[in-house]
């Protein structure tokens, strides 16, 4: 813990004890009116940390520093008092902000626990989540589904086997695609967490995701271009610093670089880069309602998924564009000069779309009465 004392700075290099999450008070709800005014959902937190231990994941790292598990959970009576109280002071819609919610104990049988407690109450809510893909079995899923569950944050990161490998990741491509389909199947709305580019990327890889990107093209997600955040105190990064691979930028942000080895995948990357920034507030103000996300009616969350996919579709072409320009030309230096012929070309071509685009956003926004006011996108650099 870190605190100030009349100007001096105090620095406890112990972290404090864990404490059992019951034991915890609720938190303070002072700006719950606002909350609800502006349509945002209600943050609640049921369990802390995660199980799993991704390479390029900070939050094991984080929670080994006070010792003891890396995850812990409250318990389902705590859980719903605090649901039910909520829904008594107007609050309809809730984003469990849990890093993981499905972690051992914790199984199909908690989930129908969790979903007999709350419709015990006569609870009728609406929530969002955070679930590992090989968590999401279909009696688990079909049980969040029945305690009110209409959207998930789903950490698929790549639809090939060997980057997932590469991230120790616990799922594989199928149990991706069987979560993907699980979801669906009980109309729940998936943000997919993807992340496309590391330093070891393969042209090989991105084929394997285009072909999937194409087939799952309805996930939510924010733009195409993805790339592993070199986080401090993870694994990925530890190997970066140790073969001297990283450089830090002097921002206050601590952003990070590191390069892409495969010379074709590096042009790829840049170039997909360059595309996604030219687009990037368009994709922040599209997902936004989706992703943060708003209290909506399924009329109006039908409306904005089917804006993300009528996105998300346009860069997928230009994706599958550009990855046969690096699958067919050889010559690196040649590859690079066909690349910017090509981004500057479809940046052209695609602007009356953008501009169109940006209309029936507007309108959307105008409909479902929400207001934008986000700050531009400080991590593209």
Same mark, same amino acid.
């Given at each position: ?32 009116? $606002? ?10 937190? @049921? ?6 231990? /991704?390479?390029? /994941? ?48 914790? !199984?199909? #049988? ?47 990161? +790549? ?16 149990? +991706? $695609? ?33 072909? $999937?990107?194409?087939?799952? !093209? ?7 271009? @993805? ?21 830090? !930028? ?14 074709? #995948?590096?042009?790829? &990357? ?68 066909? /690349? ?9 071509? @695609?602007?009356?779309? &953008? ?16 207001? &934008? ?7 593209? /650099?």
């Amino acid at each position: 813990m870190s605190y100030s004392d009349a100007g001096v700075h105090h620095h406890n290099h112990e972290a404090a004890p864990k404490l059992p999450m019951d034991d915890l008070p609720d938190p303070a709800r002072d700006t719950l009116a $606002l909350t609800v005014a502006r349509r945002s959902l209600v943050h609640v937190q @049921t369990a802390r940390g995660c199980q799993a231990s /991704c390479t390029f /994941c900070s939050i094991v790292a984080f929670e080994r520093v006070g010792g003891g598990s890396t995850w812990r959970q409250r318990g389902i009576n705590r859980i719903v008092d605090e649901l039910e109280h909520l829904t008594e002071l107007g609050a309809t819609h809730f984003k469990l902000i849990d890093d993981s919610l499905i972690e051992p104990p914790r !199984d199909a #049988a908690w989930c129908t626990a969790f979903a007999d407690e709350i419709e015990r109450r006569g609870l009728r809510l609406r929530m969002r989540g955070s679930i590992r893909a090989d968590r999401a079995s279909e009696e688990v899923v079909s049980e969040l589904a029945r305690a009110g569950f209409f959207a998930f944050s789903c950490g698929i990161e +790549n639809f090939s086997e060997s980057a997932l490998r590469r991230m120790a990741k616990r799922a594989d491509v199928g149990q +991706n $695609l069987a979560a993907l389909d699980t979801f669906r199947k009980h109309g729940i709305y998936v943000q997919a967490g993807h992340i496309l580019f590391d330093d070891h990327t393969t042209l090989a890889e991105l084929d394997d995701n285009l072909v $999937l990107m194409r087939r799952y !093209d309805w996930t939510i997600s924010k733009g195409i271009f @993805t790339e592993m955040y070199a986080a401090a105190g993870t694994n990925f990064t530890r190997r970066l610093l140790k073969r001297g691979e990283l450089e830090v !930028d002097a921002d206050v942000l601590g952003n990070t670089r590191y390069r892409v080895r495969d010379p074709h #995948a590096a042009q790829v &990357y840049a170039t997909l880069k360059r595309w996604h920034k030219q687009h990037s507030a368009v994709y922040d103000k599209a997902i936004d309602p989706l992703s943060a996300p708003k209290a909506l009616s399924d009329q109006e969350l039908a409306l904005f998924h089917e804006l993300s996919v009528a996105l998300r579709r346009v860069d997928i072409e230009f994706f599958g564009e550009l990855l046969e320009l690096a699958q067919n030309t050889g010559d690196p230096a040649r590859l690079e000069q066909r /690349c910017e012929e090509l981004l500057k070309a479809e940046i052209a071509r @695609t602007e009356p779309w &953008y501009s169109r685009f940006d209309q029936r956003m507007n309108h959307a926004y105008a409909t479902a009465g929400l207001v &934008y006011d986000a700050d531009d996108n400080p991590f593209l /650099c």
